[in-house]
């Protein structure tokens, strides 16, 4: 599948301290009436690291229920916690998503051989896997290198560069 045009990352709507559901599913249906070309769940903009599980859980699962067969989901699946990350890529893959958007671990600032090693793992999913390098959020830059390694495997097909430096 190839991932081009207007993707949209979409926030998380709550009311009084809940989940807005319906909130949710009326933004993912205005997005897809507007024309954009693919929906990304629980990305920075949609406050993933704030989200509880079931509420990760519950964003991808909505947002795949109402864009399934319109347009490509990229739900967002990281986590500075490798095996949270792990259970969150399959469950995108599992509920239908059509690539993962990853960022890199935040908090714990792994090395390029950590960074490698998450991304490995999660990328054995076999879902398609977007990396988001964003280090004024993350603490850490992927350094090319680290990049370059990791396209190499199959199922990394993409990078979110967010850093404001290519060099």
Sequence with gaps: MKFQGCF???????????????????????????????????????????LSFGEHKQVIKIAIEEARGKVPIIAGTGSNNTSEAEELTKYAKETGADAALVITPYYNKPTPKGMQSHFRKLEAIGLP????????????????????????????????????NMD
């Design 8 to 50: 949209v990352a979409i926030v998380t709507p709550f009311k009084e301290g809940e989940l807005d559901e319906e909130a949710l599913r009326k933004l993912i249906q205005f997005c897809l009436e507007k024309g954009v070309d693919g929906i990304v769940p629980c990305g920075t903009t949609g406050e993933s690291p704030t």
């Design 129 to 164: 896997i977007i990396i988001y390098n964003v280090p004024s959020r993350t603490g850490i830059n992927i350094p090319p290198a680290t990049v370059a390694t990791l396209s190499r495997l199959k199922n990394i097909v993409g990078i979110k560069e967010a850093s404001g």
